[in-house]
DNA sequence: ATAAAATTTAAAGTTAACTTTAAGTCAAGC
DNA sequence: GCTTGACTTAAAGTTAACTTTAAATTTTAT
């Protein structure tokens, strides 16, 4: 029924002095306590862990999931504030989305590269190229590499 | 023809301590320098900065990107080298688009439990629904959310 | 009953990637 | 020639998110 840090921290495979530091930053105020005040985490706090987890991956300061755990211990007349909380993290996503694929484009075009590269022998193969022998869907991570302007 | 630390830093839209702070890591050994020691950064010098930017939004920590940068002054004897460090990195990437998808996922299920809450007033609305009430793509991340075990 | 293992807190330590500061040199415009 | 703003370096400061340490207490197992 009820479990300890450690074990909820092997559950989710964190340190349990991450759970502490949580704990004390107060993104846990759903946690209980025994009398001798150890942590008592129960199969609901879960839920709670994964949405800080989450909120940490979409890159979310402690002090900011801090502020979203304390509107959910506020009951429903939060709900709309959490609601606008989450739609504006999802747009971080879908920014971040945006980034790491122009990233990977820049990547496949590097790959593309250098297998031209070591194909030949040299990287000076690049010199005697035109735009038109690179793929082309190569060819718009290319241009924003070589852009000299901005 | 040639730029100071603080045109190219307008350029890539970064602080120019950041920069030295790059070129005194090692990252930047091909810029020059004028007789009287200033930075002198070329057209040409551009796409090195960029391929770092690249390598950072990757999380690549400085140390391993000072490793690429070594291996591109060192010709073409290491083409095969930086090839298979441009996969590894491609790898990553991949890695984290799959991560941020899951992300998202859990948003957007988040973003629905709040939409219905909100329309009934109170998140209680959610004992009263089963599995079948919440939609398809959502009910993967809810089940992740929800599952007591692991 | 006792030893070992896990828990508690507060406080200090860690790390990466910069930024800031300070003191000095250089370059551009008037 | 002089001021102003940008450049230089070295060294110290910053910040977030933990981790580690230490000393004390509690729980578990024998």
Same mark, same amino acid.
């Given at each position: 029924m009820f479990y300890t840090v450690g074990e909820i921290a092997?559950?989710?495979?964190?340190?349990?002095?991450?759970?502490?530091?949580?704990?004390?930053?107060?993104?846990?105020p759903f946690v209980e306590?025994?009398?001798?005040?150890?942590?008592?985490?129960k199969d609901s706090?879960?839920?709670?862990l994964r949405v800080i987890e989450c909120l940490k991956k979409t890159g979310m300061s402690i002090k900011d999931i801090k502020v979203f755990m304390d509107l959910c211990q506020l009951g429903d007349a939060t709900i709309n504030e959490r609601l606008a909380l989450?739609?504006? /993290?999802?747009?971080?996503?879908?920014?971040q989305q945006? /980034?790491? /694929?122009?990233?990977?484009?820049?990547?496949?075009?590097?790959?593309?590269?250098y297998e031209t590269a070591a194909k030949a022998g040299t990287c000076a193969v690049h010199d005697l190229l035109t735009e038109a022998d690179i793929p082309e869907d190569l060819r718009t991570a290319y241009q924003k590499l070589k852009k000299t302007d901005e």
């Open positions: 092997k559950k989710l495979n964190v340190a349990p002095s991450a759970l502490r530091y949580y704990d004390k930053e107060g993104l846990l306590r025994s009398d001798s005040g150890i942590r008592l985490f706090d879960m839920e709670g989450i739609d504006k /993290q999802r747009e971080t996503v879908l920014e945006k /980034q790491l /694929q122009e990233t990977l484009d820049t990547l496949n075009y590097k790959h593309w590269y």
